[in-house]
């Protein structure tokens, strides 16, 4: 099978500080990778470096394109990723603000890729902006509310819909349920499994949580200080940590 | 008039606009940057139209200011008194005989020809002002051809309103490139824009230039299942009995009473004196002009 992303030696430098540096990996379709550490340990940097939102100091992003085949997308040009970034490429963002256009209304944000990809018919765009907030467990009625009138939990899995509607291969994900109560995280973990799956999605997922990475991801790897200390299984590693940091990381988790 | 340069801008200052007029027509729809001046009225008055009109006109030219529609509207009468003063040009309300029209809110409902300039006052050039503030980012989406954000707007009108409901400074699209702001025109004027005059888009707060070259193409944005459409008040006008032209409502008493008279005074006037009486019109035109009534 081809790898849909290969990931090869990206490094990222904020002056003399390391933000990652040699970062490697290969990731298949339908498989999903977690990203595991501290703060500051450079988890969000890269994955903003996969994804093109920040410039990287050297290394490849090969993204297996439909039409191309497996292209670097770091150096593809700025229509192209751009065009990748509303169609074969998700972000979800921690905070559902950043995702989401807070003055226009739910249908609007979901339908905004489609749009952005040429559709022209309201009554298509209004018909799959309300499947999708079905598929996310929102209430049809609430269609026409502008996200602000929503809770956390909703706008986050708002969010989601908005990114998964154009139907994408790949999902980059920063803390999706980072500042949530626990049974809304449960509840948000659960959608996510079953999107993914059903799906057949690819994803990154960047966490510092535990649980989170148990339940979705496939593949761990951990960080910390900007270099990768440890990869593998995700049972592999969080019930045989090898490196001295991921067993620290594993028995930080507070146990009820 | 030996105090001033003709047209008030000193010439190299004539010379910098009518290269950005250039670049405009050249590349229809996108909007150039030019160093605006001070001019010696307020933003909001036209100050980008005026110093387009100044690099436009020659000592030839005649000229006709509206503003809603209207020739005798004070923006219109300052801005044609200005240009009376400055450039001492022949000025006119005939839009017929008229080689430079400056308008603010509409375009003439006379056919324009190959020979005439119609220069628009543009407060926001930005169509996608509203929808994303941060200017780098609206350029970027201008040169990327990024424009699903625009059917966002739409989107949200007909979800909320169950129709189009922009009625003014309605998106265009201009020889399938650029999506342009036609300034604030009824979206009744929008079929109008693709005609045989040159047309100028002034903004002079934002030092925006903007062109639309004649027989241009330029399309209203819409969706399939809801089309765009040009709307006008259900009536004829009450003065000249016109059934095609844009109407502006008056409201004539506080019992309820109102009239619907044409928002382009010359073409009201023109029909009265070819005999045409509306609901509430007089068998003769009156000479003081359209709005007597």
Known sequence: MHPLLQVNNIRKMYGARIGCTDVSFDLFPGEVMGIVGESGSGKSTLLNCLAGHLDTDGGEVIFDTRDRGPVDTLTMSEPERRMLGRTDWAFVHQHARDGLRMSVSAGGNIGERLMAVGGRHYGDIRASAVDWLDRVEIEENRVDDRPSAFSGGMQQRLQIARNLVTGPRLVFMDEPTGGLDVSVQARLLDLLRGLVREMGLSAIIVTHDLAVVRLLADRLMVMKSGHVVETGLTDQVLDDPQHAYTQLLVSSVLQV | ?293
């Open chain 2, 1 to 293: 008039m030996s105090e001033y340069n003709f047209a008030y801008l000193d010439e190299q200052t004539k010379r910098m606009i009518r290269r950005a007029i250039l670049k405009g027509l050249a590349i229809p729809g996108y909007q150039v940057p030019f160093a605006s001046r001070e001019m010696p009225m307020p933003y909001g008055w036209g100050t980008g139209g005026v110093q387009v009109s100044a690099a436009a006109l020659t000592p030839d030219d005649t000229l006709k200011v509206i503003d809603q529609g209207a020739d005798d509207t004070t923006n219109a009468v300052s801005i044609r008194k200005f240009f009376q003063r400055t450039a001492g040009v022949a000025t006119t309300e005939e839009t017929e005989q008229a080689s430079i029209i400056q308008t603010r809110h509409r375009i003439p409902e006379a056919t324009l020809r190959e020979d005439q300039i119609l220069v628009y006052q543009v407060p926001i050039p930005e169509p996608l002002r509203f929808l994303e503030p941060r200017e780098t980012e609206t350029r970027k989406m201008h040169s990327l051809e990024e424009y699903g954000l625009m059917h966002v707007k739409l989107y949200e009108d007909i979800s909320q309103h169950g129709q189009i409901a922009t009625s003014y400074a309605y998106p265009v699209k201009v020889e399938g490139r650029y999506v342009m702001d036609p300034s604030p025109i009824p979206k009744f004027d929008n079929p109008k824009l693709e005609m045989a005059a040159i047309q100028l888009f002034g903004a002079g707060r934002e030092q925006r230039i903007y062109a639309v070259p004649p027989y241009t193409q330029v399309v209203s944005l819409d969706f399939e299942d809801y089309p765009f459409e040009p709307t006008k008040a259900d009536h004829a006008c009450d003065l000249c009995a016109a059934a095609d032209s844009y109407l502006d409502e008056v409201i004539m008493d506080d019992a309820g009473g109102r009239m619907f008279v044409c928002s382009d005074t010359d073409y009201c006037r023109s029909r009265r004196a070819a005999g045409h009486v509306g609901r509430l019109g007089t068998e003769a035109p009156l000479s003081t002009g359209p709005e007597a009534a």
